[in-house]
């Protein structure tokens, strides 16, 4: 079973959503960013690494968000909560990203702008932005 982490990262209060370019049914959509965990990585690893590389900033890895989201037989989607530490999105892979409050993200769900993987966290990213 191979892994999917993505990260609810927080800066300033708010969430950072990403827009993706691909593969076609879920282009244009937000997800929270991310990508898979590779041999030997841990989620945590995973996880920084991948913001890295996709929006050159450095996160704080925190907990577990919600439930695992099955994506195929073979994977499964894991979100964790993390915090900006350093630097400034800028999509690489991404066509944008926008840091949203609570009122934008329920939006955003109920116009279905959000990756239906993603959507299943909408409780737990408002839980998330309340304590914040
Ligand atoms: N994925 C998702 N939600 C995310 C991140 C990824 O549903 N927040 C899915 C999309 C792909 C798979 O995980 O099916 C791998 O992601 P990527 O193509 O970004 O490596």
Redesign the pocket.
Known sequence: MRE?V?GAVIGDGRLLLAQ?T??TD?AGLW??????VEAGETREQALRRELGEELGIEVRVGRQLGDP?P??AD?V?V?LAADLIKGSPRPE?HSAVRWVETPELESMAARGEL????AAWLDDLIELLAVR
């Not at 997800?31 to 898979?36: I, T």
């Not at 990756?115 to 993603?118: E, G, N, Q, R, S």
């Open positions: 999917v993505a993706r691909y593969p879920v997800e929270l960013p991310g990508g898979k989201v994506l195929r994977l989607l979100a892979e990756v239906p993987a993603d």
